[in-house]
């Protein structure tokens, strides 16, 4: 009998510090995934970035030089940036593809080719 509590005690100890391990690894089910994009004239960095459909997702978007924007015309998604006031786009894909945004915030001569592309798979 005490041995085999003892054995169980050991099995849960066990359990317990595997399961510390892996969500040191990855972030609760549940917990956004947050993904930091910098921004600058006229390229985001990452400039794409994979996301899984139906997961939570926090852009976090922070620029170099002057205000830029993000937006998603088909996901109906729109952030702005500002210097010094990084500016988080919250979101959960709910539809696979591939998604190509674009900066909303006019910036300079190459402001109508910065994109970021978001690719949702299933
Ligand atoms: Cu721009």
Redesign the pocket.
């Known amino acids: 009998m005490k041995s085999g509590l003892l054995a169980k005690t050991i099995l849960l100890g066990c359990l317990a510090m595997c399961s510390l391990a892996l969500s040191g690894l990855s972030p609760a089910p549940d917990a956004p995934r947050r993904i930091e994009v910098s921004v600058k004239k006229f390229a985001y960095t990452p400039a794409e970035i994979t996301v899984k459909k139906g997961e939570p997702v926090v852009l976090i978007l922070t620029t170099e030089d002057v205000a ?2 993000l937006k998603f015309k088909e996901l109906n998604l729109n952030a702005k940036v500002e210097k010094g006031k990084p500016s988080e786009l919250a979101f959960t894909p709910d539809q696979a593809g591939d998604f190509v945004g674009h ?1 909303s ?3 300079g001569s190459g ?1 109508g080719s ?1 994109t970021f592309t978001l690719h949702v798979t299933e």
């Open positions: 830029h924007g900066c915030v006019f910036c402001h910065m």
